[in-house]
């Protein structure tokens, strides 16, 4: 964080000081909420949650080396003491973006978020320090947190924004206020909490509308719902994508027998070839996301598409792709799943097959309310449709109604199975993988599925795997 005192700090977040002896002491070290990450010099944020009290670590995090602790009581020892102790640290996170006069870059979209925002931040650090969201830590407590990371060296600062409702973005965005927002797509993630397409269209557009008039809107002009927010914003509107109205655009997309893409980038400053390290078609959208995002901030077509070519994933669980000693490929996508990132899943796998045997290794998709059935059926019938050699369906009702699609959608389905757990999942694969096999292993994170990812992977060991 930029060096601030705890007596600047108390006064940015409207709080009392309790037995600090000198409250001229600088916080020289990042702000954390896991005990486990203090070091000296840092600030401590203690929130009560359901089954852990912040305050209860507040002595230990002190001996450690803690300049202070933001609380919401006194703790025994030097404590800035606030009313609301997440208000107060999206105070300070606040107050430090102000300071930096860094260019802040936010992105929200139903899916792609992480891998785009890893996407940006490998291209925008080629040009000057850069700040970004670790994983998905992308709400009202992991977005302030990321940005009071950010130095006085820090340049631009890429923020991921999620969101659960309306006004969710809104909020965020008013702790953070972007330069440039970027919507990647309206899906049907978390529709079973929105209520539908529009509803999410509406809660991704605050994005947009949190812009200043000399911001930068960039949208996606393959996606209806996203085109149409270039209305709800008085900034610049940048569009992105494969049709010919796009700013920022591909062409000559293909999948090469890896299952990586390939395209020519097109940018209003020139054009240049990228042939991705990523797997999967769905990373050319992503990649013409994060090069929209850099020209505007002055990179060339060249510099983009070199950065793009060169880009790796930072996130865990997202098509990992590992190859065994004895020739299996298991692709661990197991870190979450909605419909359109289920699909696109299944599309690399394919590829990625060329003439191999191809399992896909799925569970439940979550918070899809009364489209669930539907989207599972969809999805299972996919999966014949794409000649995916064997679809192994884990879990309870959900999976029964993956299992059940692949079975109607024609006599490939007999190839289908449901198991009950993970467990059960890595014992057939155990029993029945031979040399060359491609596995991919996907579903929503309250899953646990990269439980049989790491099981595939650990080569001799035959412990249980924990389902959850």
């Keep these: 964080m930029i060096a601030l005192s705890l007596a ?44 852990v009290d912040g305050h209860d670590f507040a002595a230990a995090v002190v001996e450690a080396g803690a300049a202070a602790v933001l609380a919401s009581r ?30 802040l870059v ?48 820090t340049r631009f600062l890429v923020l991921e924004m999620g969101a659960r409702g309306i006004g969710h973005i809104r909020y965020l965005a008013g702790l953070t206020p972007p330069k440039i927002g970027l919507v990647l797509n309206v899906g049907t993630a978390h529709i079973g909490e929105f209520g539908g397409r529009e509803q999410i269209a509406q809660a991704k557009g605050e994005l947009v509308e949190a812009l200043p008039e000399d911001g930068t809107a960039v949208l996606n002009a393959d996606d209806p719902l996203v085109r149409a927010m270039a209305s709800r914003t008085k900034a610049k509107v940048l569009l992105f994508g494969e049709s010919d109205e796009a700013d920022v655009r591909a062409e000559n997309v293909r999948l090469m027998d890896s ?88 599309r690399a796998l394919a590829a990625m097959g060329n003439g191999r045997r191809t399992w896909a290794v799925l569970g439940k998709m979550a918070e899809l309310g009364d489209e669930a059935l539907a989207e599972h059926d969809a999805v299972g019938r996919l999966a014949v449709r794409l000649n995916v ?17 692949a079975y109607n959608e024609g006599s490939w ?26 596995v991919l292993v996907k579903a929503s994170r309250s899953v646990g599925l990269e439980s049989v990812a790491q099981a595939l992977l650990a080569t001799g060991t035959e412990g249980e795997v924990v389902a959850r």
């Design 74 to 103: 006194p703790v025994g020892v030097p404590a800035i003491v606030v009313e609301d102790v997440q208000s107060a640290l999206g105070a300070l996170a606040r107050h430090v973006v102000r300071r930096l006069g860094a260019t």
């Design 413 to 438: 389905g007999e190839e289908s199975v449901h198991v009950s757990d993970a467990q059960a999942a890595v014992d057939l694969l155990r029993s029945e993988l031979r040399q060359g096999d491609v």
């Design 259 to 346: 299952g990586q893409p390939s395209f020519r980038l097109h940018t209003p400053s020139g054009a240049s070839d990228v042939t991705m390290r990523l797997y999967g078609e769905h990373h050319v959208s992503n990649a013409l996301a994060a090069a929209a995002v850099a020209h505007e901030l002055g990179m060339s077509a060249d510099e983009i598409a070199l950065a793009l070519s060169e880009a790796g994933s930072l996130s865990r669980w997202r098509m990992e792709v590992t190859e065994r000693p004895d020739g299996v490929t298991v692709v661990n996508d197991a870190y979450n799943a909605n419909p359109e990132s289920m699909r696109a899943a299944l």
């Design 106 to 153: 936010a992105l929200t979209g139903s899916a792609g978020k992480t891998s785009t925002k890893d996407l940006i931040a490998q291209v925008l650090r080629r040009r000057a320090p850069t700040v970004f969201t670790p994983g998905s830590l992308n709400n009202e407590i992991g977005l302030p947190l990321t940005a009071l990371t950010a130095t006085e060296e």
């Design 8 to 51: 600047e700090i108390a006064e940015v977040v409207g709080g009392q000081t309790y037995d600090i002896p000198d409250p001229s002491v600088p916080v020289t070290g990042p702000v954390v909420r896991d005990s486990r990450e203090v070091v000296p010099g840092s600030l401590f944020v203690a929130f009560a949650g359901e089954r």
């Design 389 to 405: 050699s064997k679809l192994v369906a884990v879990g309870g009702r959900e999976a029964a109604w993956l299992q059940l699609g």
